[in-house]
């Protein structure tokens, strides 16, 4: 009886340095209404769960979603505060982009969604910190609507251009736009 002795190892004897890397996803969240947050952030922890090395890169509107509840109106410009106004981002404050009914849709959703057992966004997010997605919040966007560090939520990665985003992207195995 003859032995391959080029057999491969099993996935026990392999070891972290022989492991390949970890594939790539990249996502980015340009939009802050519900219907495309609880997306995202289900398609992160969802890599994460699969092994893969998830970064999501916060921008325009999407921005929101990593905003703190407390951080109150932002900017020092009057059309920054009035932004902040008119849109407050935080978790809680996610509208529907159709049939908001000025947040009765959103409402509605959200009893949906605990009735069927479906985690929170806010749920969704803090999984993905725990999990080691990496949540870049766009440099740009924040200057263009006054929010500082302090306005965001702990744990996020260091704020992040465009170019670090497309950079990455040129090595993901999948690149989402939401």
């Known amino acids: 009886m003859t032995t391959n ?7 026990e004897q392999e070891t972290a340095d ?12 340009a939009s802050g209404d519900l219907d495309k947050a609880w997306p995202t952030l289900i398609l992160a922890t969802t890599g994460a769960a699969y092994g893969m090395d998830v970064t999501v890169f916060f921008t325009f509107w999407g921005l929101g979603v990593l905003k703190r509840p407390d951080s109150g109106i932002t900017g020092e410009d009057w059309r920054q505060k009035l932004l902040s106004v008119f849109d407050r981002g935080t978790t809680e404050h ?7 009914f000025g947040g009765m849709g959103a409402r509605m959703m959200k009893d949906l969604a605990d009735d069927n057992q479906v985690a ?13 997605v990496h949540l870049w919040p766009c440099q740009m966007t924040m200057d263009l609507m006054g929010l500082s560090n302090e306005d965001l939520i702990e744990g996020l990665d260091k704020p992040a251009g465009a170019g670090s985003a497309i950079s990455l992207m040129k090595t993901a195995s999948i690149s989402l736009f939401i």
């Open 5 to 11: 002795a080029t057999a491969e190892a099993s996935p």
């Open 120 to 132: 929170s966004v806010q749920e969704l997010l803090q999984l993905a910190q725990d999990m080691g």
């Open 94 to 100: 996610l509208q529907l982009s159709r049939m908001n």
């Open 18 to 29: 022989s492991r390949p890397p970890a594939e790539k996803m990249v996502i980015i969240a």
